[in-house]
């Protein structure tokens, strides 16, 4: 089983930057593809941003068209820790935003949050114009 445990959400203006953390415990090693996925009220889970945290490999990324460019998420493997730093934020960026982990082989740019097996409870993030 994995843990994961999200962090770093809040309230910014339109244009301003926040990092969010996911903490990650437990069989870490049997689930490295790690994605970042957020759920705005009364709209279906979104992907946002997967990254191959693999041993030999490791470093792979991929992002949905509407935050290439503005986000980037990253991995400190020492710290089982992965981030979402995203920048010129946006009011449609506003949504609750999750951590998941699923097998190596489902981290593509067709990345899906049906593949994901473990998930984190969310960190709200709201922007304001």
């Known amino acids: 089983q994995v843990q994961l445990v999200e962090s770093g959400g809040g309230s910014v203006q339109a244009g301003g930057s926040l990092r969010l953390s996911c903490a990650a415990s437990?069989?870490?090693?049997?689930?490295?593809?790690m994605g970042w996925f957020r759920q705005a009220p009364g709209k279906e889970r979104e992907g946002v941003a997967v990254?191959?945290?693999?041993?030999?490999?490791?470093?792979?990324?991929y992002y949905a068209d509407s935050v290439k460019g503005r986000f980037t998420v990253s991995q400190d493997n020492g710290k089982n820790t992965v981030y979402l730093q995203m920048n010129s934020l946006l009011p449609e960026d506003t949504a609750m935003y999750y951590c998941?982990?699923?097998?190596?082989?489902?981290?593509?740019?067709?990345?899906?949050?049906?593949?994901?097996?473990?998930w984190g409870l969310g960190t709200q993030v709201t922007v304001s114009s």
């Open positions: 437990g069989d870490t090693y049997r689930y490295a593809c």
């Open positions: 998941a982990a699923a097998r190596g082989r489902f981290c593509g740019s067709q990345f899906r949050a049906s593949d994901f097996t473990y």
């Open positions: 990254i191959y945290t693999g041993v030999y490999t490791g470093g792979s990324t």
